[in-house]
């Protein structure tokens, strides 16, 4: 897939308008309405229950909508799960793969289920995995399955790739160097929606996020904007000015390769 330059379009690719998902008689996602901008990274944050998840996987059409629209690519998910599934790449926050099965051979597999004939070790090439060809996923790292679960899900180039909380339970390099292949991702011209818990994590990657709490999106917009508004109000802390923390010192001592 060849390269292109990181640019967000005035054109939405995502449209979600009053989107509601019901459990006993609860709305976990309630009535939220938001748009996605072609070749934007765009997060979604929240506390745990706050209905991130849920929202993903009524948008990428792995759950049923209750309530309200949503629009992928001009396709109405609700009417046509089947055209979405087609255009969207999907990480997980648990991938599981089959056992005993190369990297290479797993790679065939997912892009034959989307009528794709592959290079594999193009595919693992561009995730730092080529040395793991004929590994099988249970022989590989934490990090290292996050980084084979984003090749096997762009397989047949999608449009929009979703990851939920990618970097969960990673250490420092891992995390680092999956921050960059998301935005390699993106420079691609795929647009991404994630979820994460990692607030540095949104405001270095995501051009915009919006904030979920209890199943409603209680503000929307840029993390620079976000921040300034809170400025705005007042809000104020005890500031320690260094160009550094303690993260930066673990890298600086223990290096940024990778360590699988």
Known sequence: MAKKQPTTSSKNIVTVTNLVKTYDDRNVVDGISFEVKQGEIFGIL????????????????????????????????????????????????????QDKTKLTELIELFSAAYGEKVHPLEFLRDVQLEDKANSFVEQLSGGQKQRFSIAAALVHNPQV??????????????????????????????????????????????????????GKIIALDSPKALIKDLLTKGFSKPQVVQQANLEDVFIDLTGKELRD
């Open 46 to 97: 929240g506390p745990n229950g706050a209905g991130k998840t849920t929202t993903l996987e009524m948008i990428e059409a792995l759950r049923p909508i209750d309530g309200g629209k949503a629009i992928l690519a001009g396709i109405d998910v609700a009417k046509d799960p089947e055209a979405v599934k087609a255009v969207v790449g999907v990480q997980p926050q648990s991938p599981a793969f």
């Open 161 to 214: 790739f979703f990851l939920d909380e990618p970097t969960t339970g990673l250490d420092p390099q891992a995390r680092r160097n999956l921050w960059d292949l998301i935005r390699e991702v993106r420079d691609k011209g795929v647009t991404v929606i994630m979820t994460t818990h990692y607030m540095d994590e949104a405001e270095l990657l995501c051009d915009r996020v919006a904030v979920m709490d209890a």
